[in-house]
């Protein structure tokens, strides 16, 4: 569901003559074979996929700090690297303000705690301004200093996703240099 979630947003721009429904389907398609599954060539079968899935990722939900929550965004998935390929190694959903879904590769990845820090959160927040359209979403109203940075944030460049007739992009988020988030460790296998 959070890549489906992912490669359905309208952030994802078509840029071929195809409808938007089959643009969609080239896009999981790629977004399986080159980027889950790591094959160059082929068709991945649905089996191939489920199995793929089945024995290598996992999902946990994890909380925030005491008195403290996740925003959400109108493009909720962010999908990160841990590598200077792309790979997707893991990917966070933020479902309530209190929860996010973490999607993750186990052989690359573990999820040390159940619960974030307040860095953590502010982190995960700030990636979710970053990758928004347009719009952020917060449970309480965001204070002015809140605001201000949502607001910067939301007017930077943005690098969403670009289907066109000859080639594919997937928009993977790095952390910033420096940032790490402490319930999550990257093996150094991913990179």
């Known amino acids: 569901m959070l890549f489906d979630l992912h490669l ?30 790591h094959k160059s060539e082929g068709i991945p079968t649905e089996n191939e996929t489920k199995a793929h ?3 290598h990722w996992r999902v946990r939900i994890i909380r ?3 008195s403290s929550e996740f925003i959400t965004s109108d493009n909720p998935t962010m999908i990160f690297s841990a590598n200077d ?3 997707c190694h893991y990917a966070i ?4 303000p209190d929860h996010i879904a973490v999607a993750f590769d186990e052989r690359f990845v573990r999820i040390l705690s159940d619960r974030t820090k307040q860095a953590d959160n502010m982190i995960l927040n700030k990636n979710q301004c970053r990758q928004a359209l347009k719009c952020v979403y917060s449970r309480e109203q965001l204070n002015e200093e809140q605001e201000r940075v949502a607001l910067k944030l939301l007017k930077e460049p ?11 992009e997937y928009p993977i988020q790095e952390m910033a240099p420096g940032s790490t988030l402490s319930f999550i460790a990257v093996s150094a296998c991913a990179t």
């Open 8 to 37: 359905r947003n309208n952030a994802q721009q078509n840029l071929t003559s195809q409808d938007n429904f089959e643009a969609y389907k080239t896009r999981v398609f790629h977004f399986l074979r080159d980027m889950l599954i």
């Open 53 to 55: 899935l089945h024995k």
């Open 93 to 96: 959903l933020p479902i309530s």
């Open 158 to 168: 943005r690098n969403h996703g670009v289907l066109s007739e000859k080639s594919v």
């Open 64 to 66: 925030p700090t005491p």
């Open 85 to 87: 390929r792309h790979d």
